[in-house]
Each structure stands twice: as structure tokens, then as C-alpha cells.
């Protein structure tokens, strides 16, 4: 089964698109992401055959880091896999994070932050009535996950426009 992605194959392996996918581009129904991760992940599948049995539903760049959304079951080839990740990450010259299409946030969440582990995800409404996602991850603050988890809320707020609040466990029990 041939790799799946949102441009023709051939012009992935070529670097120019056709009439065809140029007009998606301009009509935004394709991203600039869309089109550095297909060629990328074409590329790769010339060395990792796992990969031609992905579909690649829609790429999202942030701060140079890349979002890709796939099959679910395409999620669990990346991460029994992680060349897949570095080869992706060295390619395009950013963090890669890939998430399986879903319409369940939590799930959404849960993929974009593993490893990392989510305790809880909550809807938390605001004194001024705006609603943010507040997700708490086990144990005491890991200061090295910082960066990361900054990128994360970025990425969440792009890709759903939820606005995420993210706690540790033991912070969250402190303020109770
Ligand atoms: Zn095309």
C-alpha cells in the first residue's frame, strides 16, 4: 500500500507541484507543512518501508517545529519506530510530534504530549467566561519538560484553538 499524503506523489519526489496542487495551495487547502512533510516523509519511505503504510492527513508547522496528523493506527508505526521521528526531525530541521487523527481533544492531548503522561484534562471556566483545557501530568515539576511544554500549548492553540493550562500533580494538590 503506497504512502497516503495531501500531495500527488510525484511531486513530492520532484519539489514541484502540479496545476493541480498548486490550486489546493492557493486556495488553502493545502499548507506550505503539508508539502515539507510529504516531500520528507517520501523520502523516508525509500529507507523505512513502515512508512509507505501511512496516510498523512494534515501538517502543521509551529515555530519550526512540525505537527503531523495520521491514522491512528499509522500514530502507533511512529512511536514502534523511532527513527521515523529522528529521520523526520533531521529533514526538516525542527521537532516533529505525530498525533492519530481523532475527534476526542483528550485523545488529541494524549498523543501530542506522549511520553509525557496526562493525569487529567479538564474544562476550566474563568471568571470571565472564557474556557480554558487545564491538563495535569503526574508527579513534581520536571524543569527540563519547560520548553517543551511551552511549544506544546503553542501547538494545541494552533492546531484546535484550545487554550491549555498545563500543571503538575503536586502543584495542583499544594493550591487545594
Ligand atoms: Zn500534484
Given at each position: 500500500m503506497p504512502l497516503r499524503i495531501p500531495i500527488c506523489a510525484f511531486d513530492a519526489k520532484t519539489g514541484i507541484l502540479c496545476a493541480k496542487c498548486q490550486a489546493k495551495l492557493t486556495a488553502g487547502q493545502i499548507t506550505d507543512a503539508d508539502i515539507q512533510v510529504s516531500k520528507a516523509l517520501v523520502k523516508l519511505a525509500e529507507k523505512i518501508p513502515d512508512v509507505n503504510k501511512m496516510t498523512l492527513l494534515r501538517s502543521f508547522q509551529v515555530d519550526g517545529?512540525?505537527?503531523?496528523?495520521?491514522?491512528?493506527?499509522?500514530?502507533?508505526?511512529?512511536?514502534?519506530?523511532?527513527?521515523?521521528?529522528?529521520?523526520?526531525?533531521?529533514?526538516?530541521?525542527?521537532?516533529?510530534?505525530?498525533?492519530?487523527?481523532?475527534?476526542?481533544?483528550?485523545?488529541?492531548?494524549?498523543?501530542?504530549?506522549?511520553?509525557?503522561?496526562?493525569?487529567?484534562?479538564?474544562?476550566?471556566?474563568?471568571?470571565?467566561?472564557?474556557?480554558?483545557?487545564?491538563?495535569?501530568i503526574p508527579g513534581r515539576r520536571v524543569?527540563?519538560?519547560?520548553?517543551?511544554?511551552?511549544?506544546?500549548?503553542?501547538?494545541?492553540?494552533?492546531?484546535?484553538?484550545?487554550?491549555?493550562?498545563?500543571?503538575?500533580?503536586r502543584e495542583a494538590t499544594l493550591r487545594l
Open positions: 517545529n512540525y505537527v503531523l496528523e495520521v491514522e491512528q493506527a499509522d500514530a502507533a508505526i511512529v512511536r514502534s519506530k523511532p527513527e521515523i521521528k529522528q529521520k523526520l526531525e533531521e529533514q526538516l530541521k525542527g521537532k516533529v510530534w505525530v498525533i492519530g487523527s481523532s475527534n476526542s481533544d483528550r485523545r488529541f492531548l494524549e498523543d501530542l504530549f506522549y511520553p509525557i503522561r496526562l493525569l487529567t484534562v479538564n474544562t476550566v471556566w474563568l471568571p470571565d467566561g472564557s474556557k480554558v483545557t487545564k491538563a495535569i524543569e527540563r519538560l519547560s520548553g517543551e511544554i511551552e511549544i506544546l500549548k503553542k501547538i494545541v492553540k494552533q492546531v484546535k484553538g484550545i487554550e491549555l493550562m498545563v500543571e503538575f500533580e
